[in-house]
C-alpha cells in the first residue's frame, strides 16, 4: 500500500521532469522534498467518510483532480494524534462527516502518520515534526501548483496532531487561516519553545480546546498553558462530566466493552465532541467566557459579554486576536449537545444571626418563560450576617427570560433534630441574578419587605421587583 503511493509519487514526478522542460531541473528538485514525505493525504468524500480512497500526491498533479478536490471551497485538514493500535480512533469519521454536513461543498482531508504515531510517545512526540513538515510541504505545493488559497485552510489537530499542526503553520510560506488545537498533548510540549508546539504565530487564527489538563504542569496528557489566541478550558479545563470511574463502568454495563478504549480517553477526547457540536448544533453555539482563574468563574464574576470577553466555542467562534492570551472558561452538559446556560446569584444576607455559618448547603430554583430548572444544589463555604456573596449556577434547558426564584437553605443534620429550634436564619431582601447567555441582569424582591430564611424550613419565593411593585398597585 505505501510503496505503492511511493511508486506513484515517483511516477508523477518522473513524468513531471520529462514533460516541463524549462522547469524540469526546478520539478526535479522538488520531487526530492517531496519523496521524503511519509504522510499520506486522504481527500475524503460525505458518502465515506470512514475510508481512505484518494490520496493526493504532493508532487503529482493529477491525483488532485482524480480525487475531485474542489479549489472553490474551503479545506479542512484533520490530523490525528498518537494511538496505540495503530488505527484511526472512531472520532476521526464522526469529525469528517460533522464537517462534510456543516460544509458539504469543503475538502475534508486526512493526514495519515498512523506509522509514525504508533511509537512510544516521546518518539511519536518528536514524529510531530516531521509530521507537520509533510503537512506544510503539501500545503505549499497546493498554494504554488494550483494557486490555492490558504485563506481557505483550515487545519485540525488533536493531542499530538495540534502540535503538528502548528509546526505545519510554521513552516509554510504562507499563514494557513485557521488552526485550532483539541486538546494538545501536554507532555513534552508543555515547555518546549514556540516554534516546536502549537503557538498563536502559526496561522492567522489559533483556537485552542483545553479538556484534560488534570495533574501538575508537563506530565498532564493535555497542554495547561494557553498556546492559541483563544483558549477555552470547559468545565475548568482538567476534566469533563461523565468521565469518572463510576460513570465509565455504568457506561460499559449499558453499552458493552466496546467503549473501554473510548472511556480511558473520555476527557481527552471530549475536545473533539465539543467541536462536532458545534458543528452539528450551529444555531446554539456553547459560550465561553473570559476569566483570570477558575475560581473566578465559579463565583460566577465572568459572565462578561463586553470588549470580547465572550466568544463561541468551536466552528463558529469570533477571531479575536488579544495581545496577551487569556484563559476562558465554561460549563458544559456531559453529553451532545453540550450547551448549558450560565448564571450568576448574588445574595445579600442580613438580620440577627451573629454566628458564622461554614459549608451551608442550598437548592435554589429558576422559573422561567420557556422552562424551569428546580432545586440545583450549591454550597457557601462560609455564610454571615450583612454580607453578599456571587456563584455561579447552570441549568441545562433553556428556561427563557426569568420570572421567579425559590430558595432553601437544606438542613445540616439528616436526623432533623433540634434544627426545629435552633435554626439560624438571615434575612434575605433581594436577589440578583445575570444570565451569561442573554446578558440581561434581573433583580429578584422577597414578596414581604423581607424574607426570612431559615436552614431546614421550607423555600423561599422571590418575584422580579418590577412585579412587586406591579402587584401592590393592583392590589
Ligand atoms: C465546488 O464548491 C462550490 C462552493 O464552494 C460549489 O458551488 C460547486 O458546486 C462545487 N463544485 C463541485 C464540482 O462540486
Ligand atoms: C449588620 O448591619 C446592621 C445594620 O447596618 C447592624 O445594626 C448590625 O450590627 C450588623 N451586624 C453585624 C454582625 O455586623
Redesign the pocket.
Known amino acids: 500500500m505505501e510503496s505503492k503511493g511511493l511508486l506513484l509519487v515517483a511516477l508523477g514526478v518522473w513524468l513531471q521532469s520529462l514533460t516541463a522542460s524549462p522547469g524540469g531541473v526546478a520539478a526535479a528538485d522538488r520531487g526530492k522534498d517531496f519523496l521524503n514525505i511519509e504522510s499520506k493525504f486522504s481527500l475524503r468524500t460525505p458518502e465515506d467518510v470512514a475510508e481512505d480512497t484518494c490520496h493526493l500526491l504532493p508532487g503529482v498533479t493529477d491525483s488532485v483532480a482524480n480525487c ?1 478536490f ?5 479545506t479542512f485538514v484533520v490530523i490525528h494524534g498518537w494511538t496505540v493500535t495503530g488505527m484511526y480512533e472512531s472520532w476521526v469519521a464522526k469529525l469528517v462527516a460533522a464537517l462534510y454536513k456543516r460544509e458539504p ?2 475538502n475534508v482531508i486526512v493526514v495519515d502518520w498512523l506509522q509514525r504515531a504508533q511509537h512510544h510517545y516521546p518518539v511519536s512526540a518528536g514524529h510531530t515534526k516531521l509530521v507537520g513538515k509533510d503537512v506544510a510541504t503539501f500545503i505549499d505545493w497546493m498554494a504554488e501548483e494550483f494557486n490555492y488559497p490558504l485563506d481557505k485552510m483550515h487545519l485540525l489537530g488533536y493531542s499530538l496532531g495540534a502540535h503538528a499542526a502548528g509546526i505545519a503553520g510554521s513552516l509554510t510560506n504562507k499563514k494557513v487561516n485557521r488552526i485550532t488545537g483539541l486538546d494538545p498533548a501536554g507532555p513534552n510540549f508543555e515547555y518546549a519553545e514556540a516554534p516546536g508546539r502549537l503557538s498563536p504565530d502559526d496561522a492567522d487564527f489559533v483556537d485552542v480546546l483545553h479538556t484534560f489538563t488534570r495533574g501538575s504542569p508537563g506530565r498532564s496528557i493535555g497542554i495547561q498553558k494557553p498556546v492559541g489566541h483563544v483558549d477555552i478550558y470547559p468545565n475548568g479545563g482538567t476534566f469533563q462530566p461523565g468521565c469518572n470511574i463510576g460513570e465509565a463502568i455504568l457506561a460499559i454495563a449499558e453499552r458493552g466493552l466496546g467503549d473501554v478504549d473510548q472511556l480511558v480517553k473520555c476527557s481527552h477526547e471530549r475536545s473533539v465532541h465539543l467541536f462536532i457540536d458545534s458543528l452539528l448544533n450551529e444555531e446554539n453555539p456553547s459560550k465561553a467566557y473570559r476569566c483570570s482563574s477558575k475560581e473566578a468563574f465559579e463565583k460566577g464574576l465572568c459572565l462578561s459579554c463586553r470588549k470580547n470577553r465572550c466568544n463561541n466555542l468551536g466552528y463558529e467562534i469570533n477571531k479575536v486576536r488579544a495581545k496577551r492570551s487569556s484563559k476562558m472558561y465554561l460549563k458544559t452538559r456531559s453529553q451532545m449537545p453540550y450547551k448549558v446556560f450560565h448564571y450568576q446569584v448574588k445574595i445579600h444576607f442580613s438580620g440577627m444571626e451573629s454566628e458564622t455559618q461554614t459549608n451551608q448547603a442550598f437548592e435554589i430554583s429558576l422559573y422561567g418563560t420557556l422552562a424551569e430548572s428546580e432545586d440545583i444544589p450549591f454550597t457557601l463555604p462560609e455564610v454571615s450576617t450583612n454580607n453578599t456573596y456571587s456563584f455561579l449556577i447552570y441549568t441545562e434547558v433553556d428556561i427563557g427570560e426569568l420570572l421567579m426564584l425559590k430558595l432553601k437553605w437544606k438542613s445540616n443534620s439528616y436526623f432533623g433534630w433540634p434544627s426545629w429550634w435552633s435554626s439560624p436564619s438571615f434575612a434575605v431582601e433581594k436577589i440578583r441574578v445575570k444570565a451569561g447567555e442573554t446578558q440581561k441582569k434581573v433583580i429578584f424582591c422577597s414578596r414581604e419587605k423581607v424574607s426570612r430564611l431559615q436552614r431546614g424550613k421550607a423555600a423561599v419565593v422571590f418575584v422580579k421587583c418590577h412585579d412587586r411593585s406591579l402587584n401592590k398597585k393592583s392590589v
Open positions: 475531485h474542489n479549489h472553490s471551497s474551503k461543498d469543503s
